[in-house]
């Protein structure tokens, strides 16, 4: 169990010794969940921390009519609802079932509490995960209001242009991209592929320079 | 000083006295600012917690043809920028100008976290704010994909309803609600008295009853 903590990003940084002396000194449990069971449902009050160990867990939406969609899969060694654990509307945003059997690690709230205090890389950690969520969120909706995927392109570059550098880096997979700018990832790439034609840009890797700023800027002055 | 920050959701729960030896035992600034100043930029790392003590200041986005947009404003005792303080992309989001003069507190950041660290009830108010943001922002996504200010109080309400139960309590001000939803409150009020006029609710003060559970479901039924 530990090795897997270890790759978690809330216990980055840790030595097995550390997280080992940590998590005996709190009072813990594991669940064991086999699959297609569920395990939370929409609105249930969320009053644990729990780290994925082993397995895989799906959120997902009942909408009104009964349909089930898939929002999010979750792979070890994630926490499972980071964000939902403290604040005002600390709920299951979505059903949380399994996909296959599998295992988590469970801490009740105060204890976790303890926990972070305890150790501050754990606390930083803690912090940077739920921070990271609502930025990725805030991010998010900035997208939304633009309509087409190509004003969404063109948003986010010029957002990360600095002038007298022509090549923007992109530090996420274009996965996380697709994902924050709310597109299909074929999508994003056909529209990449246009704006490469167009000489707009061109793009390689992580890597992408902006060949027309001006056209760029014009895709968004409405 | 201390008196505005016993106000404030980052030391709730905690006496004066509390307040004055977490703040004297942590190195801390206080900062004046004047009506107009530009105290950060969008992009720039926020590399410290600011808790407003007196003025206002705004977040402004700047469109890439110079038009300047109001996205918030903020008062005293508020936190400014909390969920950006952590995480993978700690920038400000927006420009912050202020728009009166004013000051406030300023803990950088290894500060704030050791003070973190210091005392779990501030701990706790922490991690409530910056978990609500969280959940605020992935709240208003879900309703970012309604069409219709209809359509987004019938989901709000159908979400918030219990079997068994005609009423469903609002724990939020309809300021709050209109802001969630992402619509203008003259129009929420307005689409509230038209479901009222149909007979789906009847909505007073924070109590809404389902008069047509039925109906409701018919609106999100497509």
């Known amino acids: 169990m530990f090795e897997t903590l270890k790759a978690s990003p809330l216990f980055k ?3 097995t010794e550390d997280i080992n002396s940590l998590i005996n000194n709190s009072s813990h449990q594991i669940k064991q969940f086999s699959n297609k069971e569920v395990l939370a449902y ?10 994925l160990l082993e397995g895989k867990l799906q959120g997902e939406m009942i909408d009104f009519a009964g349909n089930s969609l ?8 994630q926490m499972v609802a980071a964000a939902f654990l403290y604040g005002p509307q600390s709920v299951f945003p979505v059903n949380l079932s399994a996909i296959s059997e599998g295992k988590m690690l469970i801490i009740f709230k105060n204890d976790f ?4 205090s305890a150790d501050q890389r754990v606390l930083s950690n803690y912090l940077n995960i739920i921070s990271g969520k609502a930025q990725f969120l805030s991010r ?3 997208f939304l209001s633009f309509k087409t995927i190509k004003e969404k392109i063109a948003y986010y570059l010029l957002q990360n242009f600095k002038t007298g550098n022509q090549v923007v880096i992109i530090n996420q997979s274009q ?13 994003l790439a056909r529209t990449i592929s246009e ?15 902006i060949l027309d700023l001006k056209s760029l800027q014009g895709i968004l002055g409405r």
Chains 1, 2 share one sequence.
Not at 70 to 77: A, F, G, L, V, Y
């Open 42 to 51: 929409a609105g249930e009050k969320v009053e644990k921390a729990m780290i």
């Open 13 to 15: 940084g840790l030595e």
């Open 140 to 142: 998010k909706i900035t």
């Open 70 to 77: 898939k929002i999010e899969e979750m792979e070890p060694p």
């Open 113 to 116: 509490t303890q926990l972070l």
């Open 195 to 209: 704006m490469e034609s167009d000489r707009l840009i061109k793009w390689e890797r992580n890597q992408v320079e």
């Open 175 to 187: 996965k996380g991209l697709a994902e924050m700018l709310g597109v299909a990832r074929p999508s």
